[in-house]
């Protein structure tokens, strides 16, 4: 045996319903020595297409189902240290980021009890609202671990399907591999990398998007254009947080508070 | 319709295939049709229309021939002072009262209403109940006012409550068949509708709500349902079967709600006293009191109207 | 038939003055024009109103942020009584604000006295109690108010919108520059002597009248911390556009195209009465009204003919008469929007009906009109026409019923008639509207959440989940 293998590389490639195509662009980029698929428009009508197909069953899922296909996510990132070691992830921020989607994990079957509510009504009604996922989530994710899993897993959680612009497309198409591998139905998560500033305005452009997640765009001056342009079909917006990015804060429910709409049930009462 | 439903052993799937009565939908459009605001000529019209719709009623244990005699002159002529007060539509009384009543009202036109089959319970052998009806109307009476065996209803026991109906109907002769549902201990407005269905397809001549003896009599939501069933079945049957709500109805403002409900459900057609009827004692002077009110343009006292 | 003879609630039982000014800083101060609003049924002039120029915004931002100071530091239990007082005062006059709604927006007195004022007085009441309890709501221990906010209101329910607006922004602390809409002025005018009779601070609340540039003004201050905005989803994307990258909070809530839909066991009166009630209530200018009509098949035509004895039974006329059920349409330029979609179903191939129904000489009024053979491709069934008309639509099944249901770009609220509880539990899942009612329809409550999905806005008004919008 020689001393030194000759190594298997891996090409990075987009996540699109549940497959890891290529663009169908065919363009790539170079990172760190990688070539990377560069996502394209049509790439992001795709990913839409998918998020939109599997949104009815990822929200009809039972919340005890969601939960536990995201413990697998941090199961599965667990088995995967030495892999997001090599990327840069350090021991902190991965182990911040495993305890993350296990405290989501956990919120699957209780945001429902603290976000909705039985209104007492001055008549003989049943009235009882209860959040229901905004529908298909456009993320342009942050570029740190951290961060990316601290806009997918809230979305997820909540029973939202998400096509996110990634920020840094390795560690990002990793984890689409773990999440491909932690019984994620295929199309609730697809991912493009690429360069967030050339497909994000036709994200939230998108008709077919619900919701548009600006955590991870820096420039205010897009972040107030893709706003702008989210407005064309009355997203709900994320805006990028004004206090900056830290991700190891205490998340709250707003991640996915944001994300929900509230349905109220009326019924009347009586035999 | 109604023979072949009954030999086919259908009754059930007929009544409980009718649609549905949401309470609280019902109760909010009786209460919205009671704020209907009737002022001026069209109450006084209404306040004619409702006298000319009472079922004069005494249903007491202390009832004498003297009382009755009492109450049929007054059922004749209202308001003595006024002779432009119409009467009222009948008398209604206990069997054994028929008679004296009869001499009164005989060719005024007045009907003559009594209670026959062992009002107010029902709880009696069927020939009992027969017996009771043949004498009143033998006794003059041209209207029978029956109740219906609530427990055999409750119980499912239909085509118990059905026969019963038919039977009595048919020892009524020429009188008229007024069948009491005493919607009170039925629970449900679904039972209302459905006891509704049953009387008339067992051949009720009216429908009634209330004997008045049990603690909740007529109410608005109540006849309403009555009143979608007497039109829905004479949209599939065409025939025409009257309402009378019994009970606790006592003021004017009272009347002329029961009568918009009329207005605005079932229309023109119901709104006589050949379809329509209160079964009422105390309602009467309240009417006289507010047409007085009407025609002299100031509130009058009980002592300018004759107890009974 | 029994003919009720008019029985008209007076109208002497509230004082309009010939002229108003701009209510800012407790006072009331005259704008840069007037313009003038009129009883929609007569056409009659009722008043003259000052129109708010971009100066008038200014003074009025400026006030509400002089006052958000000392308002926002108030005490909860302070702020509280203050609306309090309010919802007592309203309760006290609703006997004059009933018969001001009605002349200036059209609407019948039998609504305005038994839907709106008891509605208004119930959501001063119920967010009064929030004041003080805040740090209870759910969104954090200490949530703090956003500023100014900046609030357009609608003309269908003047003073319950302004209700809608004004309660939860004072009870969560902050201060309000509210506009209502220029053909509705008045009853928000008379509000701002309810806030002066309440001693409400200077400033807390101000009223800029004036029409849609106005409102841009308002929306667009860059003071405003909070934009608020409840009227057409064109006008709420401009709003959106307008405030984006500005940080500013913003609630939508927006138009809608309801699907009511009737399965074959529903309980077939009580439905009729939920479709009248559902498109020709307040004259189908209600965002959430049920105007596109789902009928199952096999119960089409008995419901067809029940539908049309009701409607036969309506009563439109003089809004102030007491027995009144179809009132005014509030403006020339709304009744020629409705008369063009109308038109429109008409050329499209919809049978078009309507009972016999004599319309007055004067004023804006529009036949209750039920469309029948309507298909998802009718332009009846995809545009709101904010207006007593009713399209109807038929399906076969459960599943067809969600899927035309949820066909369309809004999502505000939807009607499910069905005696079985399954059925109505699964159908209320699957439809996307931020409000289902079952069995019922056009209910509300100030402890009930109320807005829509998708274009049919974002952000809820009432309940809990209403004060989020006011809170950072």
């Known amino acids: 045996m020689p001393e030194t293998r000759v190594s298997v590389r891996k090409t990075y490639k987009l996540y699109i319903g549940g497959s890891f195509p290529r663009s169908e662009s065919g363009r790539t980029y170079l990172v760190d020595g990688d070539n990377v698929a560069l996502a394209s428009r049509k790439d992001l009508r795709d990913a839409v297409v998918a998020a939109r197909k599997a949104q009815p069953g990822w929200a009809g899922a039972t919340a005890y189902n969601r939960g536990q296909v995201l413990y697998r996510v941090a199961e599965m990132l667990e088995a995967r240290r030495a892999e997001f070691g090599t990327l840069g992830v350090d021991a902190a921020e991965l182990d911040a980021v495993i305890d993350r989607w296990i405290w989501y994990a956990g919120w699957s079957d209780k945001i429902g009890q603290v976000y909705g509510a039985a209104n007492p009504v001055a008549g003989p009604y049943f009235n009882l609202s209860a959040p229901e996922p905004t529908g298909v989530v456009g993320v342009v994710a942050p570029a740190s671990f951290l961060g990316l899993t601290s806009v997918l897993a809230p979305a997820m959680v909540t029973g939202n399907t998400v096509v996110v612009l990634a920020g840094a497309p390795q560690v990002a198409v990793t984890l689409a591999e773990v999440l491909a591998t932690s019984d994620v139905p295929g199309g609730v998560v697809n991912l493009l990398t690429g360069r967030a500033a050339e497909t994000a305005p036709w994200l939230a452009a998108h008709d077919d998007v619900n919701a548009l997640d600006l955590t991870g765009v820096s420039d205010p001056q897009l972040a107030a254009e893709l706003e702008r342009a989210a407005a064309g079909n009355l997203k709900r917006v994320l805006r990028p947080p004004a206090d900056g990015n830290d991700f190891r804060r205490d998340p709250g429910l707003q991640p996915m508070t944001a994300l929900l709409e509230i349905k109220t049930v009326w019924h009347p009462k009586g035999f | ?28 459009r009786a209460a919205a049709l009671g704020t209907r605001s009737v002022k001026t000529t069209a109450k ?40 432009s ?76 409550v059905f026969d019963e109906i038919v039977a009595v109907k048919q020892a009524c002769g020429d009188a008229h068949l007024k069948v009491i549902l005493e919607t009170g201990e039925l629970g449900t407005y679904d039972n209302v509708r459905r006891a509704s269905w ?46 009378k709500p019994a009970g606790g109805i006592r003021t004017t403002k009272d009347a002329i709600k029961y009568l918009v409900l009329i207005n605005e459900t079932v229309g023109d057609d119901w709104l006589s006293p050949d379809w329509f009827r209160f079964g009422a004692s105390s309602l009467l002077n309240d009417l006289l009191m507010q047409r007085t009110k009407l025609t002299t343009g100031h509130y009058a006292g009980p002592d300018y109207f004759t107890l009974d | 038939m029994f003919e009720y003879a008019p029985a008209p609630e007076s109208r002497s039982v509230v004082e309009i003055a ?53 308002w926002s ?20 006059r609703s006997r004059e604000l009933a018969v001001l709604e009605s002349l200036d927006n059209g609407k019948p007195i039998r609504e305005s006295r038994d839907v709106d004022l008891p509605l208004v007085a119930a959501h001063f009441f119920y967010h009064a109690g929030w004041a003080d309890k805040l ?84 929306v667009e201050h860059p003071d405003v911390n909070k934009v608020a905005f409840t009227g057409s989803t064109e006008v709420g994307r401009q709003i959106a556009r307008a405030v984006a990258g500005t940080g500013k909070k913003l609630s939508l809530e927006l138009g809608g195209k309801a699907a009511n839909i009737v399965f074959d066991d529903a309980p077939i009166d009580q439905a009729v009465e939920g479709i009248v009630n559902g498109i020709f209530f307040n004259q189908g200018h209600v965002c959430c009204a049920g105007s596109r009509l789902l009928v199952q098949e096999s119960v089409y035509e008995p419901l067809m003919e029940s539908l049309k004895r009701r409607m036969a039974t309506l009563r439109l006329g003089d809004p102030l008469d007491k027995n009144t059920d179809i009132g005014a349409i509030n403006s020339a330029a709304q009744l020629a929007r409705i008369r063009e979609l109308s038109d429109v179903g ?124 006011y809170l950072a």
């Open chain 2, 1 to 28: 319709m109604t023979a072949t439903l009954h030999q086919a052993g259908d009754l059930r799937s007929v009544l409980h295939g009718l649609p549905g009565v949401d309470k609280v939908g019902v109760e909010a």
């Open chain 2, 44 to 83: 006084a019209a209404a306040i004619d229309l409702a006298i000319r719709m009472v079922d004069l009623t005494t249903l007491e244990g202390s009832d004498t021939p003297g009382k009755v005699r009492a109450l049929s002159a007054k059922a004749l002529r209202p308001d003595p002072a006024d002779p």
């Open chain 2, 85 to 160: 007060c119409p009467p009222v539509a009948a008398i209604c009384v206990y069997p054994a009262m028929v008679p004296v009543a009869a001499e009164v009202l005989a060719g005024s036109g007045v009907h003559l209403a009594s209670v026959a089959t062992a009002f107010p319970s029902g709880q009696a052998p069927l020939a009992v109940k027969l017996a009771d009806t043949r004498d009143a109307v033998a006794g003059g009476a041209d209207e029978i006012d029956m109740v219906i065996s609530r427990g055999a209803f409750l119980a499912g026991r239909y085509d118990h």
């Open chain 2, 198 to 243: 049953l009387a008339m397809l067992a051949g009720a001549d009216f429908i009634k709500t209330s004997t008045g003896k049990v603690p909740v009599a007529a109410t608005l939501p109540v006849t309403l349902v009555m009143l979608e069933a007497v039109r829905d079945f004479r949209a599939r049957t065409g025939r025409q079967v009257g309402v």
């Open chain 3, 18 to 70: 010939p002229s108003y000014g701009l209510f800012i800083d407790g006072e009331f101060t005259p704008g840069k024009d007037v313009f003038k609003t009129v009883n929609p049924a007569s056409e009659e002039v009722l008043a003259e109103v000052a129109e708010a120029g971009p100066e008038d915004v200014d003074r009025a931002v400026a006030a509400a942020r002089r006052a958000f100071g000392t």
């Open chain 3, 73 to 92: 530091a108030l005490p909860g239990p302070e702020r509280a009584r203050y609306l309090f007082r309010i919802a007592r005062i309203i309760q006290e």
């Open chain 3, 135 to 218: 740090e209870y709501a759910g969104f954090g221990p200490d949530p703090r108010p956003l500023g100014v906010a900046g609030q357009v209101i609608p003309w269908n329910f003047p003073l319950l919108m302004l209700a809608w607006k004004i309660a939860p922004a004072l009870a969560t602390g902050n201060t309000v520059v509210l506009k209502p809409a220029e053909t509705t002025p008045l009853s928000a005018l008379f509000f701002a002597d309810v806030c002066r009779q309440a001693d409400l601070p200077p400033g807390v609340v101000n009223i800029v009248t004036g029409a849609g540039d106005t409102g841009r003004h308002l």
């Open chain 3, 346 to 469: 008409a050329a499209e191939g919809a049978e078009r009906w309507s009972p016999a129904c004599e319309l007055p000489e004067q004023g804006f009024w529009f036949a209750p009109t039920i469309f029948t053979g309507v298909t998802q491709a009718h332009r009846i069934a995809r545009e709101e026409i904010f207006g007593p008309v009713l399209s109807v639509l038929t399906f076969r099944t459960p599943d067809e019923a969600v899927e035309k249901a949820n066909n369309t770009p809004y999502g505000l609220s939807a009607g499910i008639w069905s005696d079985k509880g399954s059925r109505i539990l699964a159908v209320a899942d699957r439809l996307r509207a931020g409000v289902v009612w079952a069995n019922t329809f056009n209910k509300f409550d100030p402890t009930s959440p109320f807005g829509g999905y998708k274009e049919s806005g974002y952000g809820r008004e009432g309940g809990r989940h209403g004060l989020e919008a």
